[in-house]
């Protein structure tokens, strides 16, 4: 459906009055609103948007808070922010109920999803929090040579790769918005492990190590029950989906134990797709599996435990790293 409200927020006073000369160029009736706006002049832009003469308000920093327009369904981020209070604000203009209205649309071109996460599970922050992690400054990890680097450097001070910057990233994130929305994501590596806690029946717990939409590392966990043998209904429902986990992959009969699993899982298909929805647990489903492998041959699927299988610090979880 055409959307009928639209609200957009820039970076600065240069990239609001830029964006809304290109969505007047297109068509589009828009004005930006500023700090040093006239009040008249920002009444009546508002009106007007409130009115549906206009159908889009660009401002930069202007219209986070103490602005209710129900009706607007679209929300362009065209901006970053480290601030999950600012991120929630502006997202939050769309979240409105208004009468014939059925959702609203979030276009995130600043990364702010991904940084952030999911609307109704966010933390707020405060500024020391959000600008210092662990009391050390902010570093990032060179795609190249591995090297860390001040997150403010433009190119690695080891071996002089330029990062790849915001204004290189030119589409929308596809990132989930809220608990419960399914998004799809291609599987770099699968890895797998013991998993065993006291007084608990020890499982086999599966890394999905995947590509996200702006090309970082993302690692989803499910824990299969291969152990669970016992005559309790949830032992016998947790065994079931065991069972099918392993059919699913071309196995023949699901290993006894979580040992002998880890033993063949080499001779399982990897899946090379994954549909994955959020939530307290990731519920993962393979839409594509790799080609199956040669007969007498494994593939690349990893037992943690081994030789440069554990992760990178830097591939940090987006589940909470706990057995079901």
Known sequence: AERERWICFCSGVEHTLEVTAQLQAAGLECKAVLGDT???ERDAAIEGFSQGKLRVLVNNNILT??????????????????????????????????????????????????RHGLLDSLQVKSPAETHMVGGHAPVKECEQ??????????ECMACGSRFLLLADRLDSSTAALLSGQAQQFRVKDVQYMRW??????????????????????QVYYEWICIEHRGSDPKQKFALSKAR?????????????????????VQSLQQPSIVKVVSGQFAQITP???????????????????????????SQRPCQSDKQQ
């Open 287 to 313: 839409l594509n599996f790799a080609d199956p492998p040669i007969e007498g041959h494994t593939r690349p699927g990893r037992v943690a435990g081994a030789k440069n299988s554990r992760l990178r610090r």
């Open 65 to 114: 808070t103490g602005f209710n327009m129900p009706q607007i369904d679209l929300v362009a981020l065209l901006r970053p922010t480290l601030s999950a209070g600012l991120y929630l604000q502006m997202v939050g203009r769309g979240a409105r109920i208004a009468e014939g209205k059925t959702n609203c649309l979030v276009l995130d071109y600043g990364g702010n999803i991904r």
């Open 38 to 40: 006239p009040k008249a």
């Open 145 to 154: 040579c591995g090297a860390l680097n001040a997150s403010r450097r433009i």
């Open 196 to 217: 065993a806690k006291a007084d608990r029946l020890p499982t086999m717990r599966v890394s999905y190590i995947c590509v996200g939409a702006w090309g970082d590392e």
């Open 244 to 264: 099918q986990w392993w059919k699913a992959r071309g196995g023949n009969e699901l290993p006894a134990t979580v040992d002998a699993a880890l033993g063949a």
